[in-house]
């Protein structure tokens, strides 16, 4: 278990007044469809309800797409930001523009591989980087906090290569390492898992069946794991509001798979049983795979009700 200190915007700082306008127009991106909404208005509106707002995105290199992230985050105002893939050293992520739009940033990283960073509004406690017991996990994967009442999990799942490798094996370990600490350390919680899984739980998430026969995240193996993980009484917070087949949140680069929308549901957000329930909305936002430099991720965006 290793803690890990949050950064704020330190005394006197305030959020720049040029920033994600800038970088729209400078992209070549049309205006934003509303007028920015003033901050201290935005902290009434939140504070008029104290539900929270979540978006989990595997940004797949964070300063590769610090442009579209901070200006994603700008136009939504999410009150709890889980990334993935942020492929960055802790000392050199770039922490001052997500301050200055208000965010307390808690990060896992390393060089050139995985990592993840959680950014949140409110100051989160009980910030736990990798597993809580235990050896050191390989790669920065696990980061975990108390903000808003929950437990959030921000996970980045072992992609798992080819199934039968060793990196197979290490990923469904993996799991079920994540599923004895759910069981050890987290019974009476509200808990949230979100992230990139790298398993599609059914069918249902995945442009072609025939085509995936054999592969990696659709293999009875890792979507048994899921299962088990799922019994520590974690739902589906998309499929609580949706349960048309065909809705991904990968698309591969490769084969033109954005045009043709051949891609795999592997992104999700779980929540355990109360807080399921307040999920008022769980979406995927296409719009920011159109952009220039994008992810092979889209964002996944749930807002929950006070409980």
């Not at 997500?98 to 100051?123: C, I, N, P, R, W």
């Not at 999920?279 to 409980?307: G, L």
Request: proline residues 7%; neutral net charge; glycine residues 6%.
């Amino acid at each position: 278990m290793v803690s890990v200190a949050s950064d704020a915007l330190p005394p006197g700082r305030t959020r720049l007044a040029l920033g994600p306008a800038v970088r729209r127009e400078a992209a070549g991106r049309p205006p934003l469809a509303r007028q920015p909404v003033p901050i201290g208005a935005r902290l009434l509106e939140k504070m008029m309800n104290p539900g929270f707002s979540l978006v989990t995105w595997n940004v797949n290199s964070v300063r590769a797409r610090l442009d579209n992230v901070l200006t994603y985050l700008d136009e939504h105002d999410p009150d709890v930001v889980c990334l993935q893939e942020t492929k960055v050293e802790d000392r050199l992520f770039p922490r001052v523009p997500f301050m200055e739009l208000g965010y307390t940033v808690s990060l896992h990283g390393t060089k050139g591989h995985a990592g993840v960073a959680t950014l949140t509004k409110q100051a989160p406690e009980d910030v736990t980087a990798g597993f809580v017991d235990g050896p050191a996990d390989r790669h920065p994967r696990v980061l975990s906090c108390r903000v808003h009442g929950v437990v959030i999990y921000n996970l980045y799942v072992p992609n798992g290569q080819s199934v039968g490798s060793e990196a197979y094996r290490y990923k469904l370990e993996w799991l079920e390492r994540l599923r004895g600490e759910l069981q050890a350390n987290r019974a009476g919680d509200e808990v949230l898992l979100c992230g990139d899984f790298n398993i599609a739980p059914a069918d249902a998430d995945v442009w072609d069946v025939a085509a995936m026969q054999g592969s990696t995240h659709v293999s009875p193996p890792e979507r048994e794991a899921l299962a088990r993980l799922r019994e520590f009484g974690l739902q589906d917070c998309y499929r609580r509001h949706h349960d048309e087949s065909g809705r991904f949140t990968w698309f591969d680069y490769r084969a033109n798979s954005w045009a043709k929308r051949h891609g795999l549901r592997i992104d999700l957000v779980l929540a355990t049983r109360r807080l399921h329930q307040s999920c008022a909305a769980c979406e995927h936002d296409y719009e920011p795979r159109d952009w220039d430099t994008p992810s092979d991720h889209i964002p996944v965006r749930a807002t929950f009700s006070p409980a």
